[in-house]
Every structure is written in C-alpha cells, then in structure tokens.
C-alpha cells in the first residue's frame, strides 16, 4: 500500500515509516523539518522525503492523489511552542488539517488523524474514556491553544466524516522512545536526560506529584498501523497508550537508577519554567479498552524496559555530533557517562 505522512521526520512518523517500510509498503514523507530521523532510507525506491508544508495545498493535493491513506501527524507540538507561539500552533494544527481532510475528501483516501490526550485536558476523573468531557482553562491560558486546536482538528474530521469521508483519530498519552527529541529540549525525557548527562539536577516542575501514562514507541506504532488498516477503526477516536501511570518525580528517579548515575532533583516552580501562560494538568491516565478491542493492541513494553531502550540510543546515537549538529546543537559530542561524574 501507499502511505502518505505529513510530519514524518518527526518523532512518531519516523517511527511509522520505517514500520510501514519494513512490512513492504510505500511510503512518502512530507515535512518542513529537516530529514535527519528518516534519513536511514535514503536510497530505498519504496521511500521519498518531500520537503514542504501541510499548508501548501497544492503540494499537499498532489501527495494526496499518490496515496491510499494518509496518516496526518504534522502539527507544531511541545509546551514551548503553546506557551511562545499560540499562532503557529493554531495556524498549522488547525489550517493544516483542513487542508489535508479537504484533499482526501476529493481523493477519496483515508485519513488517520493523530490527536492527543491533551484534548481531555484537565478533566480530573481518569482514566479517560474516548467519550470523556474536555475540561479546558481560559483562552487568556496560552497552554490550551494545542489542545484546543487538536479538538477543533477532531471536530473537522468529525465533520468531513458526516459526508462520507473515511476518518481515524487517534489520541497519544506521552509517547517517548529512541528519536524522542534533542537532548535537552522537548519533552520531559530528553531534558532530564540532558541534565542526566551534564551531571545536572533533574528539574522537575512543579511538586512532580502530577502523573502520566509514558507509551513506548514500538506499542504505539503497532497501535497506529493497525488504525489504519482495520475496518472497524473507521470513524473511532481511539485512546493510544499504556495504563502504568507514574508521577514525574519518579520517572525522574528512575532515569537516575536506570542510568546509573548520581544526580539530584529539583522542583521549579510552574510560573518560573513556563511563565504564566501554563497550568498543568495533574493526572492523565487513558482507558485503552477501544485499543485493545479495536484495534487488537495491547502496550507491551514495560516503563523501565522502555526507558532503558531510550536511555541507550540516548547514550550511543542522540549525542553524536552528527545528531547534534543536524538538530542545531553545538557540535561537540558529549560523553556519556560524564568524565567527570555528576556535579550534584
Ligand atoms: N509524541 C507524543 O507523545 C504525542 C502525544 C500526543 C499527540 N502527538 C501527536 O502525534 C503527532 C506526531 O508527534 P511527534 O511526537 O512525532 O512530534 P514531532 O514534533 O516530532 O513531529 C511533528 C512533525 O510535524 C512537522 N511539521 C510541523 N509543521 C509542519 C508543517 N507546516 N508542514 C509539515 N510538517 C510540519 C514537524 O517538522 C515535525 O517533524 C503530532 O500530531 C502530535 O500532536 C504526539
């Protein structure tokens, strides 16, 4: 089959490419990132990376018309960018799945639309089932400009769907894996394990008492493969994740024991780290009974299984100066273990 990727350079998509390249198919890659994490396939007839936006229509039309699915992924992600630059977030997330739900819908093609546990936002009473209420803060709290725009991507999917479009949405709690992010910047992992390797204090925000459900990488592809090929999946939202919650002070201690390190923990108060425009939500734990039975997915790889993986690519490929370079880093490479140990 022909698989089309919006944001495949990222994260996630890079991981579904080289899922979806494994089992034979073929696979085009749209991105405005650069091709670093899909660059492995370099060469191979089944693959091609185009470089450009999900806003580009007419790009976007074209790839479209190759295809048989599209699994849209492309949108700007991380609390950095809700909290810097609520426009773009908006402006993408929202306008670029327009775009791309608009195409398929004159194409034809299936879309898999990948959402986020964010949407339930700070709904307390978990775990969240797909038909959960989404429990938001004001719009003068820039921190809910994601969700919001993944909701408002869910409700034109929703949309398009009533007209006959063939639609998935998938909401991914905290998946985390090899490829992550760059060291120190992202998402929780790769900043403590920066901090991990400049012998640092791990900085978690706020009492770190908030929890998460961290999906490994290799769970939630098979998860999203499948929401792309089974029948029953068409006009589902399905919860992608695992069920081992953990609070953040001790996915902090155990990425110290894991690896092998001695380091300290500080707690940085929210406004210090974000500023004011952030509130934190306190527990997200997901029913994953739609991915079982739906999609005949159950997570696998235990929390510290999936962090020594991580840790481990961290440690040989992340912090090579060609990653580093190719993500904007500094180009010295850095040693892990520490030389000179950890300062705290
Ligand atoms: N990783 C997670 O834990 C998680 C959780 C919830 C939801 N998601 C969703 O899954 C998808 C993939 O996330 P990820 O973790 O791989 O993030 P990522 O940031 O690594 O990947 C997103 C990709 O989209 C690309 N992109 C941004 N703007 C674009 C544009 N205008 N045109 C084309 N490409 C563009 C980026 O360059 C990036 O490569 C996103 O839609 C995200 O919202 C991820």
Redesign the pocket.
């Known amino acids: 089959m022909r698989f089309l990727i919006?944001?495949g350079?990222?994260?996630?998509?890079s991981h579904l490419t080289d899922a979806l390249l494994q089992r034979g198919d073929e696979v085009t890659v749209?991105?405005?990132?650069s091709d670093l994490k899909v660059r492995q396939h370099a060469g191979n007839r089944k693959f091609r990376y185009v470089s450009?936006?999900?806003?580009d229509r007419r790009v976007v039309e074209s790839l479209v018309s190759w295809c048989d699915v599209i699994y849209h992924?492309?949108?700007?992600?991380?609390v950095e960018h809700y909290v810097s630059d609520p426009y773009q977030v908006l402006n993408?997330n929202v306008n670029?799945t327009q775009n791309i739900l608009a195409a398929a819908e004159k194409e034809r093609k299936k879309v898999v639309f990948?959402?986020?546990?964010?949407v339930y936002g700070k709904n307390s009473s978990v775990p969240f089932a797909e038909d959960a209420d989404r429990v938001l803060g004001s719009t003068e709290v820039d921190r809910w400009s994601y969700s919001t725009s993944?909701a408002v991507g869910e409700h034109f999917c929703f949309g398009f769907a009533k007209r006959g479009l063939p639609v998935v949405v998938t909401r991914?709690?905290?998946?985390?894996g090899p490829r992550l992010d760059r060291v120190n910047a992202g998402r929780v992992m790769a900043i403590f394990f920066g901090q991990l390797l400049r012998g640092a204090p791990l900085t978690v925000i706020g009492d770190g008492r908030q929890t998460r459900c961290f999906t490994y990488i290799e769970d939630a592809i098979r998860a999203t493969i499948a929401a792309g090929l089974v029948k029953e999946a068409v006009g589902q939202v399905i919860n992608i994740g695992s069920d081992e919650e953990v609070t953040i002070h001790d996915l902090a201690r155990r990425m110290i024991r894991l690896s092998g390190q001695r380091a300290s923990i500080v707690f940085v108060p929210e406004v210090e780290a974000y500023g004011r425009g952030y509130e934190d939500i306190r527990r997200r734990v997901p029913d994953i009974t739609k991915m079982r039975e739906i999609l005949g997915v159950a997570p696998r790889v235990a929390l510290d299984d999936g962090l020594k993986r991580t840790i481990d690519w961290f440690s040989r490929e992340g912090t090579t100066a060609e990653w580093l370079a190719a993500m904007d880093e500094p180009q010295t490479e850095i040693e892990f273990p520490p030389r000179n140990g950890p300062r705290a």
């Open positions: 919006t944001g350079a990222g994260f996630v998509g749209l991105d405005i990132a450009g936006s999900v806003l992924m492309a949108a700007v992600v991380g993408v670029g990948t959402s986020t546990s964010e993944k991914y709690f905290n998946v985390y």
